[in-house]
């Protein structure tokens, strides 16, 4: 083989390399993992706050709470008190950083309690109390739900019905949104499939209950694409 093949050999290996993303394509995606453990009983963790969208009167309490039934560890962080049950209450805690627009998020949600409503799940590409999208499984009705909320007002974009779970049960909501691309996937089974162009802009990620429900949340991981 003579030295000129041997470099256009090369060249045609480099150049396939790069249009394929070389080993920098592990890099496509940024993890922060949230598991409470290390944040002090009846806080919030750092930067975390709660709120309530439709908030009428006094927010519901959020905390970090020791429960040996967690998926690991012993901390979880939970919805502790309920201040306003009305059905139009939705209420949330969450963090402005990471900042979440494509790639994964996924957390383990226990419904505790809650006669209207329970159950719950995740936030993400939050603005502001009133506009995010939000993923919720309720074990009163036994359906999964793609929802969202812009400026306060709830709609649903994705539904999956008749999958039972029960209350006090940890369940594990996984969601993959690239661009108006999303999937909403329930303990390990890909169930909602949506195209949404209401919220395209990058935001904040969070939990989500719904006027009386008390839930406990775990292991909340979020996978944000690197542009």
């Given at each position: 083989m003579t030295p000129l093949v041997r470099l256009l050999i090369a060249v045609i290996a480099l150049c396939v390399f790069v249009i394929q993303g070389g080993p920098a394509s592990a890099q496509t995606t940024s993890e922060t993992r949230f598991t409470f453990e290390d944040v002090a009983h009846n806080t919030l963790p750092a930067e975390w706050k709660s709120d309530a969208t439709n908030k009428q009167g006094a927010p519901a309490a959020w905390g970090i709470?020791?429960?040996?039934?967690?998926?690991?560890?012993?901390?979880?962080?939970?919805?502790?008190?309920?201040?306003?049950?009305?059905?139009?209450?939705?209420?949330?805690?969450?963090?402005?950083?990471p900042e979440f627009q494509d790639g994964e998020i996924?957390?383990?949600?226990?419904?505790?309690?809650?006669?209207?409503?329970?159950?719950?799940?995740?936030?993400?590409?939050?603005?502001?109390?009133?506009?995010?999208?939000?993923?919720?499984?309720?074990?009163?009705?036994?359906?999964?739900?793609?929802?969202?909320v812009k400026d306060g007002d709830?709609?649903?974009?994705?539904?999956?019905?008749?999958?039972?779970?029960?209350?006090?049960?940890?369940?594990?909501?996984?969601?993959?949104?690239?661009?108006?691309?999303?999937?909403?996937?329930?303990?390990?089974?890909?169930l909602l499939d949506a195209t949404d162009k209401t919220l395209p802009e990058a935001g904040g990620v969070g939990v989500w209950t719904k006027a009386d429900a008390a839930s406990s949340f775990d292991d909340f991981v979020v996978r944000s694409a690197v542009k």
């Open positions: 709470i020791e429960d040996y039934e967690a998926p690991s560890g012993v901390n979880i962080l939970a919805l502790r008190k309920v201040q306003d049950n009305q059905g139009s209450i939705f209420n949330i805690c969450w963090v402005s950083q996924e957390v383990k949600v226990r419904g505790d309690s809650g006669k209207t409503d329970q159950g719950g799940g995740p936030i993400w590409r939050v603005k502001d109390a009133s506009n995010y999208y939000v993923a919720r499984y309720n074990p009163l009705v036994i359906n999964f739900r793609l929802y969202y709830r709609k649903m974009i994705a539904d999956a019905g008749d999958i039972p779970i029960k209350t006090r049960e940890w369940f594990t909501i996984k969601i993959v949104h690239k661009g108006d691309k999303i999937e909403g996937w329930l303990n390990g089974k890909k």
